[in-house]
T-cell receptor, first 114, second 110 residues
Framework: KAGVTQTPRYLIKTRGQQVTLSCSPI?????VSWYQQTPGQGLQFLFE???????NKGNFPGRFSGRQFSNSRSEMNVSTLELGDSALYLC?????????????FGAGSRLTVL | KNEVEQSPQNLTAQEGEFITINCSYS?????LHWLQQHPGGGIVSLFM???GKKKHGRLIATINIQEKHSSLHITASHPRDSAVYIC????????????FGTGTRLTIIP
């Protein structure tokens, strides 16, 4: 059974650009949640999607957005990148909502903003 | 003050020692995750528990919802247990958001 796949694994962008990250969940999992991890703030919840609907959202500015497709694959987008957006972005999938189920994490996408 | 606090922040122990990592939270929760993160970033979910105790191999997790406290124990620790351990509380306010602790960096010396 394939795990959670995140692409790209590494990317470098410059300030003001935008970036799109992709997450393919485990087959059959309908919930995808996204997290940002930085040395200063640790892990922070970004948002969760379930059946193509955003179910929860963390305290991030509107530059951070996401969506989920009918096959449960999810993308997150960050527009007008800032230096502080440099982080490891992780997604996790679960069969149902993330709160009530064990999460399976992807390896992450490491974003560097110059 | 963070809603989820972990202690200690760093822990170094000799191989074979019994390890305890603590997690306390100030918000109402329905359950709590324990996560393990190795160098390189990959995160593995160890436990999700809402009451009592769970055991998997040498790992034991306990939670007391009323006292707002959870512990992760590692028996007969091994260098491969060296990692960052993170607890994550699941809010019980209907939205089930995850709030993470700051992590405990564990180093087991052979």
């Amino acid at each position: 059974k394939a795990g959670v796949t995140q692409t790209p694994r590494y990317l470098i962008k410059t300030r003001g650009q935008q970036v799109t990250l992709s997450c393919s969940p485990i087959s059959g999992h309908r919930s995808v949640s996204w997290y940002q991890q930085t040395p200063g703030q640790g892990l922070q919840f970004l948002f969760e999607y379930f059946s193509e609907t955003q179910r929860n959202k963390g305290n991030f500015p509107g530059r951070f957005s996401g969506r989920q497709f009918s096959n449960s694959r999810s993308e997150m987008n960050v527009s007008t990148l800032e230096l502080g957006d440099s982080a490891l972005y992780l997604c996790a999938s679960s069969p149902m909502n993330s709160g009530a189920n064990v999460l399976t994490f992807g390896a992450g996408s490491r974003l560097t903003v110059l | 003050k963070n809603e989820v606090e972990q202690s200690p922040q760093n822990l170094t122990a000799q191989e074979g020692e019994f390890i305890t990592i603590n997690c306390s939270y100030s918000v109402g929760i329905s359950a709590l995750h324990w996560l393990q993160q190795h160098p390189g970033g990959g995160i593995v979910s160890l436990f999700m528990l809402s009451s009592g105790k769970k055991k998997h191999g040498r790992l034991i997790a306990t939670i007391n919802i009323q006292e707002k406290h959870s512990s992760l124990h590692i028996t007969a620790s091994h260098p491969r247990d060296s990692a960052v351990y993170i607890c994550a509380a699941i809010s019980n306010f209907g939205n089930e958001k995850l709030t993470f602790g700051t992590g405990t960096r564990l180093t087991i010396i052979p």
